[in-house]
């Protein structure tokens, strides 16, 4: 058994506070701590403060710091969430290990890894970028593999505040992931599937990097040209991604396809019905709904129940096999009674004409 469980912290503490681990108090400022600190006393069962946030720590007081970590004493109150998340984000897979963290925080400090990573990425979307993307991706994968109904964690935070592509792509990958988990059979389930998903779902925009930030934001009508760079984003993926030798037929589908429409009528080449890949499907459903419920300058947000059930009532374009899955969360509560999505730190895209995102 562990130091940090024979400290037999009463449930009562744990709820408000967060026995921290050495590895995340490493990840501090050595001698000025952006959390309060509070030491658990066995002999009272109780915590007491220990050090204010910012406070300048001695020599003497970093050793004791220390010393009351190894030793599993060591509080933070989880009313600092935002701040320790802010760490932990950075080291992501210790989630994995850490089994001091809620599965609610764990949710948000992936959430937050994968925004950093992929910020980096899209302003310079190179090996070097890429690499620590990739890894944190797949602590979110192996998480989901733990449980697959812990994608729901991450239904709940969908944002609705539109804070460009990044957070918009973030949504997308949400939203597929949870309707591939749903649609799967339990002995029909492939990591690598999910792993190449996640990837192709998180970097379904990536060509939009190209697309001049003026379009992207614009919130008047586009003119012809400014539709036509919009249109070559996908294909504009495609090149970046084979620039980076990366190349699969998940990555692609959902790249290429996340536009097309069942019946024809989407792009870049148009293409109908079986034709489109089942990820493409996924990927359609998945950005139309993230794009719908956030609000933008030109449109309002959708409440999620309406977007769910608009999608699955246009059977001629969307994949009844995603829609409907997705209305019947909704209209069951699944992510919260409201119908409302939960209120994210951050949120997406500018949508599509009717039916999506305008990218």
């Known amino acids: 058994m562990s130091k940090m469980q024979k400290a037999a912290v009463p449930d009562n503490i744990s709820e408000e506070y967060y026995q921290i681990s050495e590895e995340i108090l490493s990840s501090f400022s050595k001698y000025r701590p952006p959390v309060d600190l509070f030491q658990f006393r066995e002999d009272i069962a109780q915590l007491y403060p220990l050090y204010r946030k910012g406070q300048r720590l001695t020599n003497e007081q970093v050793d004791e710091v220390q010393a009351l970590c190894r030793d599993g004493s060591l509080f933070v109150a989880r009313s600092d969430h935002s701040i320790y998340v802010e760490h932990i984000a950075k080291q992501a897979d210790l989630v994995l290990v850490d089994v001091n963290l809620k599965e609610s925080e764990v949710a948000d400090i992936l959430l937050r890894a994968l925004e950093m990573r992929l910020t980096d990425f899209m302003e310079q979307p190179v090996t070097a970028c890429f690499e620590p993307l990739y890894k944190d991706l797949m602590v979110l994968t192996e998480y989901l593999t733990q449980d697959r109904f812990r994608a729901r ?37 492939k990591r690598r599937f999910l792993d190449r998903l996640a990837l192709g779902l998180l970097l379904h925009d990536v060509g939009l990097t190209k697309v001049p930030a003026y379009i992207r934001e614009k919130s008047t009508p586009l003119k012809a040209d400014e539709w036509e760079k919009i249109y070559a984003h996908s294909l504009a993926g495609i090149k970046m991604m084979q620039k980076l030798n990366l190349s699969f037929d998940e990555l692609n589908g959902v790249i290429l396809h996340h536009h097309e429409r069942l019946d024809g009528s989407g792009y870049p080449q148009k293409l109908k019905g079986e034709a489109i890949s089942a990820v493409g499907r996924i990927a359609a459903v998945a950005d139309s709904f993230a794009a719908m419920i956030t609000k933008r300058s030109y449109a309002p947000a959708k409440k999620p129940v309406d977007a769910a059930r608009e ?33 994210g730190k951050e949120a997406g895209a500018a949508p599509e004409k009717a039916e999506g995102s305008k990218a």
């Open 311 to 343: 999608l699955a009532a246009d059977k001629v374009k969307y994949d009844v096999r995603y829609t409907t899955p997705l209305q019947t969360a909704y209209l069951t509560g699944l992510f919260g009674a409201s119908g409302q999505a939960a209120p």
């Open 153 to 189: 964690l991450f239904m709940r935070r969908l944002p609705t505040e539109d804070k460009g592509v990044v957070v918009h792509s973030i949504s997308v990958m949400t939203i597929g992931l949870w309707l591939h988990l749903e649609h799967v059979q339990q002995g029909e389930f």
